[in-house]
């Protein structure tokens, strides 16, 4: 169903079947999706067209630079853009005091699409 209104998200996945997956659901629903195969990655594109993306979706345990790190320097860059985490092991590497504090949520995988697609409406809408 198409529920998205062409909003622009950075998808951070280093998992290539995942990443595909996801963008495909995103696209789906009428995303705009860029990727990223790393937190490295997703900085750099976010420091591209900073204004121009709605939402990050980031994972949180990523090589090169994980969805933390990746946060972080994306936040210097634009702090009120909205992040959404996926994690398989979110007490490892998201500590609830971090995400507490910057008002963060985490998708826990595996997830359905519906599950996905309503994470998404959830942080465009700010709710």
Known sequence: ???GGGETILVAE???TVRELVVRILRGAGYRVIEAEDGQ????????????????LLDAVMPALGGKDAYE???KQRPDVEVLFASG???DTL??????AHGLRVLSK????DALLE????????D
């Not at 595996?110 to 699409?113: A, G, K, Q």
């Not at 994470?119 to 700010?126: D, I, N, P, S």
């Open 41 to 56: 990655r997703a900085v750099e594109l976010f420091a591209e067209q900073p204004d121009a993306i709605d939402l990050v």
């Open 73 to 75: 320097l994306i936040a």
């Open 14 to 16: 280093d998992d290539a």
């Open 119 to 126: 994470a998404v409406r959830q942080a465009l809408r700010g």
């Open 95 to 100: 500590p609830q005091s971090f995400l507490d």
């Open 110 to 113: 595996p997830y359905r699409s």
């Open 1 to 3: 169903p198409q529920i």
């Open 89 to 91: 092991y979110s007490a």
